[in-house]
């Protein structure tokens, strides 16, 4: 479970930073989330709590499915458009990191020459990139998903072997085969004590 969750906690930490980088609001408390409830999973497991791990079960749902929602959203399905700042909860334009910065991509500015335009206006256009910017963000989710499902799966795994280990526990003097099933004694024999030294 150990080095599952470093994986989760490196593709997290991983993709964390360029939803940073691109402002993207929505993914980036995504993601603060996923860190949080990997480490409590992972105390969970080395605490033997399995409340712990049943919410990490249950977070691991809803972050496929956020996942699944954030693929669909970058291939326009269903009528979603990669073009909304609905990743930025409609605070800014900014948008994915890698729509500028992909491998192979170019970048140039374009100042406005026009007079009366502000300074601050500038256009940006990129070209040359191997592979376009939706396709790496949802290759990022499909690695979360994956990595997510064998989570899933280990913990539902840990769960029940921390439920057998509950079922099998025998409490000192409890249901035990040997104190339940003893008759009761009728009579109890005393025997005097001997005193060890005199008594004056």
Known sequence: MFC????????????????????QWA?????????????????????????????YTVWTALWVTWN?????????VGGL??????????IS???????EHGPGCIRRVVRPSAPGILEDYSYISVTGCMIDFQYLEVI????????SLIGFVYACYVISIFMEEEDSFDFIGGLDTYSF???????????????????L
Request: proline residues 6%; aromatic residues 14%.
């Open 81 to 90: 458009s990669k073009e909304t700042d609905l990743m930025t909860f409609n």
């Open 27 to 55: 993914p980036i408390l995504g993601n603060f989330l996923q860190i949080i409830v990997v480490i409590l999973g992972l105390f969970g497991t080395i605490q033997f709590r399995p409340r712990y791990i049943v919410v």
């Open 93 to 99: 334009m900014h948008r994915s990191w890698w729509r």
């Open 140 to 147: 990022h989710s499909a690695i979360q998903i994956l990595l």
């Open 181 to 199: 099933r003893q008759p009761p004694q009728e009579h109890v024999e005393l025997k005097p004590v001997k005193p060890v030294g005199k008594v």
């Open 4 to 23: 599952l969750c470093v994986f989760l906690q490196l593709a997290a930490l991983e993709r964390q930073i360029f939803d940073f980088l691109g402002f």
């Open 68 to 76: 699944v929602f954030i693929i669909c959203f970058y291939l326009e």
